[in-house]
C-alpha cells in the first residue's frame, strides 16, 4: 500500500516538472548508515530511479548524495530491475532548485551557449588559463565561456570525454568536444568569488 499511496505522490511531479534522464554517480545511506554506490537513471524533483547492487526494503529512509545535486532525501516507493526508485522529500524552493539543476545537466552539452541561464555569467579577470591532464602535462587555454557550472575553453588538445583536469585550481571533467576546444563541468556549482579567485 505505501508504494501506492507514494506513487500517488509522485504522480503531480511528474506532471508539474519533466522526469529527465541522466547520468549522475552517487552513493546512499540505509538506516543501517552503510553507504552504497549509485547511478541516477531519472530523475524528477519528486523522485528519482537509482541503479544500485543494493535496494533496501520498500517504504525504508534513504539518504543520498549524487554528483552535481547534493544531498536528497526519501524513501524506496518500489523496486526496479537492478535498482530501485525513491521520493524526494524537499520544499517547494528545494523542489525548484532541483528543476533547474535538472535542466542543466540535461542540457549540459550545450554548456557554452546563452541558454544556459541558470547560473551567472562569470568575467574572468584575465581570458587565458591552464589546464592540467590526469598526468600532470599542462597547456594554455583560453576561456571562451564560463558560469558557476563549467566552462568552455580553446585548447590544442582533445582529452577523452568524461576525463578528469583542472583549469586553473578548479577541478573539472571533459563534457564535449568542439572545433577547437573542449566544453567542462566543474566537479560542484561553485561561487563567482571561487571562479575569480581560482580559475586564472
Not at 523542489?95 to 541558454?115: F, G, I, S, V
Request: proline share 6%.
Amino acid at each position: 500500500m505505501r508504494s501506492i499511496a507514494e506513487r500517488r505522490v509522485l504522480k503531480p511531479e511528474r506532471r508539474r516538472f519533466q522526469r529527465v534522464n541522466v547520468s549522475v554517480l552517487g552513493r546512499f545511506m540505509l538506516p543501517n548508515r552503510n553507504e552504497y554506490p549509485c547511478q541516477v537513471l531519472n530523475m524528477s524533483p519528486g523522485g528519482v530511479a537509482l541503479m544500485s547492487p543494493v535496494t533496501g526494503r520498500t517504504g525504508e529512509r534513504v539518504i543520498a548524495y549524487l554528483d552535481h545535486i547534493g544531498r536528497i532525501e526519501g524513501e524506496i516507493a518500489r523496486h526496479i530491475e537492478g535498482g530501485f526508485a525513491m521520493t524526494i522529500n524537499a520544499t517547494a524552493r528545494k523542489r525548484e532548485k532541483l528543476a533547474n539543476q535538472l535542466t542543466w545537466l540535461a542540457n549540459r552539452h550545450e554548456l557554452n551557449l546563452p541558454e544556459d541561464r541558470r547560473h551567472e555569467r562569470i568575467l574572468p579577470k584575465n581570458p587565458y588559463s591552464q589546464i592540467t591532464l590526469p598526468d600532470g602535462q599542462e597547456y594554455r587555454c583560453r576561456i571562451i565561456d564560463v558560469s558557476l557550472s563549467g566552462a568552455a575553453v580553446t585548447v590544442d588538445v582533445r582529452p577523452p570525454l568524461g576525463s578528469a583536469v583542472t583549469l586553473g585550481r578548479m577541478r573539472a571533467r571533459i563534457i564535449r568536444h568542439f572545433d577547437d576546444g573542449l566544453a567542462l563541468e566543474f566537479s560542484s556549482v561553485q561561487s563567482a568569488e571561487m571562479i575569480t579567485n581560482n580559475i586564472c
